[in-house]
């Protein structure tokens, strides 16, 4: 058993007792559930215990591993264009300079960052060689590079780690080779899901780090960079840090309530049990569809094993697909006298169940329920 936290190292870690036992990657498959939600005592920071059981499965997963499996994954998605806007209202960058995108995926951040800053020249770096050739034909980007960043031996002026940081095994290690690798005025841009707003991220099986904003800026502060804006609204449940590397060489500490996240990780964990028990109550009434394909509709499937009839979900490129041996319908689509229950934190579920009742009166779309934590 290991019992050492992620970001302070210090041997602390205590599980979180649940029943949630189904996990799902961040590419959308069920797992297994193989080991446990843990909390540090030392520094609060809520994660995953990096067991040989859990590190086998991850091998596997990253080995495996297949961008939006219903979508071709291609092209700037609203959501880094969103990101970007966001962040050029918070910050004035330089008209030139040097960009690395650590985690390029697809490339969309890239492609989104080269139609804001054009004149910028842009690396993009991941782990798998098969994409090489779609990053080094984007607009701006002088080269790709497969495998760790680290190995990178150039200057930046920008770095962008979108989505990584919840997969790296030592954060704080990462955030430190970032400051190396960044010019005496860089900026560090972070992004990665709220864990505050998201109890969907919990169960994501190599997602091995679970961030609350005020632990994000924390992390950030102690890698000695300087916070330079902040947010948990950039993107719906998903939460932001630009920072530029500090002048201070003294190892700093922000103070932050490190029992916060171990609540809200527990109440995540209750409120997921049970939105699985109201899914099993309803499936017993009449057939019943999960609203999102992506993790959260994965997750909640999985879970419900074979009790779930149908997906439901409103991106045109994966209507009449099926995923997971069952069919995905549009709202048009869904099948009269069944139900529908909405794989989303509770106050974006209202948002989608009043619009689409206003679409489908016939249907009814359950919202998950609170449960009083
Ligand atoms: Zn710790």
């Not at 890239?110 to 004149?119: K, V």
């Amino acid at each position: 058993m290991n019992d050492t936290c992620l970001l302070c190292k210090a041997p602390t870690l205590s599980n979180i007792p649940t029943a949630v036992d189904v996990w799902v990657t961040s590419d959308s498959k069920p797992w297994p559930r193989t080991g446990n939600f843990c909390t540090c005592t030392t520094c609060g920071h809520v994660q995953k215990r990096l067991t040989s059981e859990w590190l086998k499965g991850i091998d596997r997963i990253y080995r495996e591993y297949k961008m939006s499996p219903l979508s071709n994954g291609q092209g700037a998605t609203p959501r880094t264009r969103r990101l970007l806007n966001n962040f050029q209202n918070e910050t004035t960058l330089p008209t030139e300079g040097r960009l690395l995108d650590i985690g390029c995926g697809n490339g969309a951040f890239l492609r989104s960052f080269a139609t804001l800053f054009p004149d910028w020249t842009l690396q993009g770096c991941d782990q798998k060689e098969s994409r090489k050739d779609i990053i080094e034909s984007l607009l701006g980007v002088e080269n790709f590079h497969c495998g760790p960043f680290e190995d990178i031996d150039k200057q930046f002026d920008m770095i962008s780690m979108v989505y990584v940081i919840e997969h790296l095994f030592d954060p704080m290690q990462a955030m430190l080779a970032v400051r190396a690798m960044l010019s005496p005025e860089g900026l560090f841009f972070i992004h990665t899901s709220d864990l505050t707003e998201n109890p969907f991220d919990l169960p994501v099986v190599d997602h091995c780090s679970h961030f609350t904003l005020e632990g994000l800026e924390a992390a950030v502060t102690k890698a000695r960079f300087e916070v330079l804006a902040s947010s948990s609204t950039w993107c719906p449940k998903e939460i932001g840090v630009i920072a530029r590397v500090s002048k201070n060489l003294k190892d700093e500490n922000i103070p932050v309530d490190i029992s916060k996240g171990k609540y809200i990780a527990k109440a995540h964990l209750t409120w997921l049990a049970a939105i699985r028990s109201q899914g099993l109550a309803l499936a017993d009434e009449s057939p019943l569809g999960v609203f999102g394909t992506s993790n959260a509709g994965v997750w909640l499937t999985a879970s419900m094993r074979e009790l779930v009839s149908f997906f439901v979900d409103d991106d045109e490129k994966k209507q009449g697909k099926s995923y997971l041996d069952l069919p995905v319908y549009g709202l048009d689509a869904i099948p009269e006298k069944t139900s529908v229950l909405l794989a989303f934190p509770t106050t974006i579920a209202q948002t989608i169940a009043k619009c689409s009742s206003r679409k489908r009166p016939d249907i009814h779309f359950h919202i998950p329920k609170h449960t009083g934590e």
